[in-house]
């Protein structure tokens, strides 16, 4: 379940349905999807896309995407800290970030235009899509896994444009967990 953190009201926000309105305000939407059929950790990524079939499909029909994609991303990968530097910086894209996380956990930091930064931690079974133009930034949790589903309106839209506004880095990228919130809104 994700987990939205504002540090400049020092506010935690959980539960489906706060952070599914919290998020509504800035275009992001956010839901929980369940699989069709169980899907273990030793799923191929084709049994991923046929376990969540429905729901790709759906998400497809109403957001014109037409690629789908599974990353899978582990602390041994190759060239990882490369990778990862890409989307650590804030940035945006032509199209939309489309996300549904099947294992790990991921923490993306929104800056909306005239809005405080909030941290956006997604773990197994969130979808997020966050409109194109919206900057952000992403960065992996500790445990450094995090396997999705991604889809696309067109992977070439999918380049990251750079603010170079220097607002990244008055955040550091930690991920809460909800083991450590306590359950509805909490102040920190
Ligand atoms: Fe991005």
Not at 129 to 146: K, N, S, Y
Request: hydrophobic share 40%; proline share 5%.
């Amino acid at each position: 379940m994700a987990v939205v953190r504002i540090p400049s009201q020092e506010t935690v926000l959980t539960g489906q349905q706060e952070v599914t309105a919290f998020l509504g305000r800035y275009g992001i939407e956010y839901e929980r999807w369940t699989a069709d059929r169980p899907v273990g950790a030793d799923a191929s990524n084709d049994d991923l896309l046929l376990a969540y079939r429905h729901e790709i499909e759906a998400l497809k029909a109403r957001g014109g995407y037409r690629a789908v994609d599974v990353i899978d991303v582990r602390p041994d990968t190759p060239n990882l800290d490369a990778m990862l530097a890409k989307f650590s910086r804030e940035h945006w894209h032509d199209e939309d970030e489309v996300r549904f996380i099947v294992e790990g956990r991921g923490l993306f930091h929104i800056h909306a235009e005239g809005a405080p930064v909030f941290a956006l931690e997604v773990a197994a079974g969130d979808l997020i899509r966050v409109p194109r133009g919206t900057h952000h930034w992403f960065d992996l949790c500790a445990e450094r896994r995090i396997r999705a589903i991604r889809l696309f309106q067109d992977t070439s839209g999918w380049t990251p444009h750079y603010t170079d506004s220097g607002v990244d880095a008055g955040f550091q990228p930690v991920c809460f967990g909800l083991s450590y919130v306590p359950s509805g809104p909490a102040r920190l």
